[in-house]
């Protein structure tokens, strides 16, 4: 089955959004709504998702993984 990494995309900026991160996930919806071709969407999330402070505390554990597994599969999708 392949993967949907835009409704991953969704749910880890869901995660953000709760974790206190609202301008990021804002960037993580822009980039999905206002993208124009598939890798260009994909390379806009990566490119958010890159610049995530993973030592932010506001972050749980549970959203640091996320964050990691989403951007790896994605560099993994776009090479």
Aim: hydrophobic share 50%.
């Amino acid at each position: 089955m392949a993967r949907d990494y835009y409704a991953d995309a969704q749910a880890v900026a869901e995660q953000l959004w709760c974790d206190g991160l609202s301008a990021t996930a804002n960037l993580i919806h822009d980039a999905i709504e206002k993208g124009y071709t598939a890798t260009e969407i994909l390379m806009g999330v990566r490119w958010q998702l890159a610049q995530v402070d993973l030592s932010d505390q506001r972050l749980r554990s549970d959203t640091r993984v996320a964050v990691m597994s989403l951007v790896k599969a994605l560099d993994e999708a776009l090479a």
